[in-house]
């Protein structure tokens, strides 16, 4: 398996109103079974999930927080806005959105937009993946698996990598329990998380600061089968209870 990874170069600067998909198809000659990653803040910023930091009044959690942080109130008020609950207050601020995925400051972000405004995460990515791909099915017809990343750091480890918060297309986890290895040993445990394999290379292209490439596409790719279910339940997610824990200690 020989699999082509291509920037998708040429976009302008995306704004609010935007056709995406459409700008994109203009640039990229898809083939059934291509897979395009597209960056959460391009997205965000075509449907117009942004805010402005003098619109935002912050209450008294979020100066709160602030004081701890050293952020601007208003930011992180944007981010208590963005959260279904809060796991960590200092020294950062870790969150669950409403969608299951958990991350720093809910994935508000101010690079790459005007100063003053800031980004956020799009409410229903998994939505979102599938829109992109219905649209880009319509112009091209061609039938093309999306993910939207978006950079998230690691317990345990140093440094930022591409995730997958949406997808449509294909499932999320190659399964592979119930196979067998090359020595005939029935693997019990084994799930990879392809879309997010996907997306970390997808952001090595794309890059974190000024490269200006928000899309990215993978050619001859294979398929596979699993399921979705990328996040731990409450149950068995034991970092986040032993947060949780330690929160309510507070």
Known sequence: MEIQVSAVRGLPLIRQ?????????ERVAFEDGDILTVA??????????????????????????????????????????????????EPFILSELPFGHIGVRAGVD???I??????????????AAAEM??????????????IITDTCGRAFRRGQTGIAIGWAGMTAIDDYRGDTDLFGHVLKITEEAVVDEIAAFANFVMGESHQGVPAVVFKNCRTWKGHDLIYFTAEE??????????????
Do not use: W
Not at 57 to 85: C, H, M, N, Y
Not at 114 to 127: F, K, Q, S, T, Y
Not at 134 to 142: A, L, P, T, W
Not at 237 to 250: P, S
């Open 133 to 146: 791909r219905d649209e880009i099915h319509r112009i091209s017809g061609k039938d093309v698996r999306v």
């Open 17 to 25: 109103g935007d056709d995406l998909p459409g700008m994109i198809c």
């Open 40 to 89: 959460s803040s391009v997205y965000s910023k075509a449907k117009g999930f942004t805010r402005d930091l003098e619109s935002i009044v912050p209450g008294a959690d979020a100066v709160r927080i602030a004081r701890k942080t050293g952020e601007d109130p208003r930011f992180v008020q944007a981010v208590l806005d963005s959260s279904a609950s809060i796991l960590l207050e």
């Open 114 to 127: 005007e100063d003053g405004r800031l980004i956020l995460l799009p409410p229903d990515p998994m939505a």
């Open 237 to 250: 997610d034991i970092i986040r209870a032993a947060l949780l824990k330690e929160k309510k200690k507070d």
């Open 110 to 112: 101010h690079s790459n």
